[in-house]
């Protein structure tokens, strides 16, 4: 086979096939015209593990190369609780690259900007030949930068000619309470099954999606509906024109719709209320407004206030088209005003950044001025980003410009930004070492002093968490912090990145926490280990069921109240038999009742005599599980043989009432 055909199937370039080949173990030079026909077999059905081997061979070699720039003595660096990738490698002084390579050995996939925890950092810095510490106080960017960064996009939009403004499509945000219908909703609208490819049926992430409707272009972003994602919907509101509150007509209002309502209030901008599920047999509209009155101030339009409140069902499509006139009229109205310039060069937000390990950095940016092509250099913060080598909508079709409210997927990008990074067309300058300003500092999880010693007596859950990225660990943590009361609690007794490791499982063993992992693994080895040591470990793909698993480890630890259920009284009117633990008796049932399997008071007078049980029950020969009021009955008492004739027996149950977490 020809190497330049070969090269065409494997996708790759017919050099580096040349260069690649040999240091894999086969015999080709760097002149080779021809392959070998079964050689060509074996190259293209190895071709997935032989990439591998020759991706990591070179970044041994790039790892090897970069070592020479380490510290040749143990460098001393401090570091805050929390660090981007960036500054960690300002601080060491060394190439980002080899600092993002040292993570991913150790089951960390971030980038530039994403946060590692002192631990992570910690971790890495043994073998980049670092002493990291930890500060006292968190190293942040000056506050000049911050606020020059938040006014970046009114600065680009005000400094536009009005004659060179025109129309953009609305931007809507979709919100409200887990399981509401929020993507069920989008998945109606557009008509493309998200729910079937979402872990869990939760959206995970933030996304956007277009859609046309008379004619007219609308943007729509899905937000998370789980609370722990509030910081990645509160992202979303901000670059949103109109919300549309998703609201369940046979559930009503619940407590993320309220956060979700806030986040809407503080956004400064009009909304529409989507009441979903009207096909269900318990929906009830008018409730469900009547708790939007009452709840969020919420008047319905047609109750005389100014809110549109569409009755929708994702499911059937009932009243979705209805609702798209609504937005349409909404952003005609009360969204007057949206313009931007397309021919601009292109300024917009990121809804969605991660490092795939095969395209490397991707994000979704959210054009907001400008039209974005192939080819334009991205800059954040005057930084460059790389340029944009390949542009695909929602749908993952290939596109060669994305204009204002606009939803893109870039591809080509050297760095990976942010959620929430305004990114815009620029040349930029090379990375700086930015300036370090002290603030106060984050605040322990683990109370000290009185405190501690109060909350000694409360049984907890003692948790490990280990996830993929910075802001699921603290995400998962807000949410599991959220569920402490006054009866149990949970501990978190450490949280990092990446994957679990024999310090976790040993700080586990010592502290009896239960290591919980969300989008992480653990080797073989490990696992050993942990049969070994007898430590939990759980691993999630969706953060539900991770608080569902806490939840329910809390309930056990809960202590159940017993309460005491007087049933009624019972004369002892005969003692047929006697043994050494119980008593055959017959008696009249003076009031209430008396039931089987009943416990027993047994009173002689006004004395307490002892405690017993009923075992068996009859009446008229026949076993029974209560007799009433004024019957005689036979029965079997257990206790201490102490019963005689015109004794009072006592009957009562305990219940076990179980306080739900």
Not at 11 to 27: H, K, S, T, V, Y
Request: charged share 30%; net charge neutral.
């Amino acid at each position: 086979m020809n190497i330049t055909e070969l090269a065409r199937i494997l996708r790759i370039n017919p050099q580096e096939l040349r260069d690649m080949l040999p240091e894999l173990g086969f015999a080709i030079g760097q002149k080779a015209i021809k392959v070998d026909n079964n050689t060509a077999k074996k190259i293209i059905k190895d071709w997935p593990f032989l990439r591998r081997q020759w991706q990591q061979k070179k970044m041994d070699a790039e790892i090897k190369k970069q070592d020479e720039v380490l510290p040749k003595e143990k460098k001393t660096i401090t570091v805050p609780k929390v660090i981007t990738v960036r500054t960690y490698a300002e601080l060491a002084g060394i190439p980002i690259n080899r600092v993002l390579a040292e993570l991913m050995k150790n089951g960390v996939f971030t980038s530039i900007n994403e946060k590692i925890d002192f631990d992570t950092a910690a971790i890495i810095g043994e073998n980049l030949n670092l002493d990291v510490r930890e500060a006292d106080e968190v190293m942040v960017g000056t506050a000049k930068e911050e606020e020059k960064e938040v006014k970046k996009l009114e600065t680009i939009l005000a400094g536009e000619k009005k004659e060179s403004l025109q129309d953009r499509p609305p931007v809507i945000v979709v919100m409200g309470h887990v399981d509401h219908g929020k993507t069920k909703l989008l998945d109606s609208i557009r008509s493309t099954d998200v729910v079937a490819g979402e872990a869990g049926g939760i959206t995970q992430h933030i996304g956007a999606y277009q859609i046309i409707r008379n004619e007219r272009p609308i943007t729509f972003i899905d937000t998370p509906g789980h609370e722990a994602f509030t910081a990645m919907r509160s992202r979303g509101a901000k670059v949103a024109d109109i919300a549309i509150l998703v609201v369940a007509a046979d559930d009503g209002v619940m407590p993320q719709t309220v956060e979700a309502f806030r986040i809407i209030e503080a956004a400064k901008i009009p909304f529409i209320v989507a009441m979903n599920k009207i096909d269900k047999p318990a929906a009830d509209i008018n409730k469900t407004k009547q708790e939007l009155s009452t709840k969020l101030n919420i008047t319905p339009e047609d109750w005389g206030g100014k809110t549109i409140c569409a009755p929708i069902s994702a499911k059937e499509g009932t009243g979705i088209e209805e609702l798209l006139d609504m937005v349409l009229l909404v952003a005609d109205t009360e969204a007057a005003g949206l313009k931007a310039n397309p021919a601009a060069p292109a300024a917009g937000t990121v809804v969605e950044s991660n490092v795939d390990k095969a395209a490397g950095p991707v994000a979704t940016i959210l054009v907001q001025n400008g039209t974005l092509r192939i080819g334009d250099q991205l800059c954040f913060n005057d930084i460059v980003y790389g340029k944009v080598k390949s542009l695909k909508n929602y749908k993952g079709e290939d596109i060669k410009e994305a204009g204002p409210s606009c939803p893109a997927k870039i591809l080509g990008l050297k760095i990976s930004p942010a959620v929430g990074d305004i990114l815009n067309v620029g040349e930029g300058e090379k990375i700086k070492i930015r300036k370090i300003k002290s603030a106060k500092p984050i605040a322990d999880i683990t109370p000290s002093g009185a405190e501690e010693k109060s909350e000694d007596k409360i049984p907890a859950v003692n948790v490990i968490i280990k996830t993929d990225f910075l802001g699921s660990a603290e995400a998962v943590e807000e949410s599991l912090l959220k569920l402490n009361n006054e009866k149990v609690k949970v501990k978190v007794i450490n949280k990092g990145l990446g994957y679990i490791t024999e310090g976790d499982v040993k700080r586990a063993e010592d502290s009896g926490a239960k290591i919980l992992g969300f989008n992480v693994r653990m080797s073989p080895a490990i696992e050993t280990l942990v049969r070994e040591r007898q430590v939990v470990i759980r691993i999630f793909s969706v953060i539900y069921d991770l608080i569902k698993f806490v939840k329910e480890e809390m309930q056990l630890l809960v202590k159940p109240e017993i309460n005491r259920v007087d049933l009624g009284r019972l004369k002892v009117l005969a003692v047929f038999r006697t043994e050494n633990d119980s008593q055959i008796i017959g008696g009249k049932v003076l009031d209430g009742m008396i039931k089987n399997n009943s416990l027993v008071d047994l009173k002689r007078g006004d004395d307490f005599i002892v405690s017993g049980k009923i075992t068996r029950l009859q009446s008229g020969k026949q076993d029974v599980d209560q007799a009433n009021k004024d019957e005689e009955a036979g029965l079997k008492y257990e206790g201490k043989p102490l019963v005689e004739v015109g004794d009072i027996l006592e009957i009562y149950q305990e219940e076990r009432v179980v306080d739900k977490v």
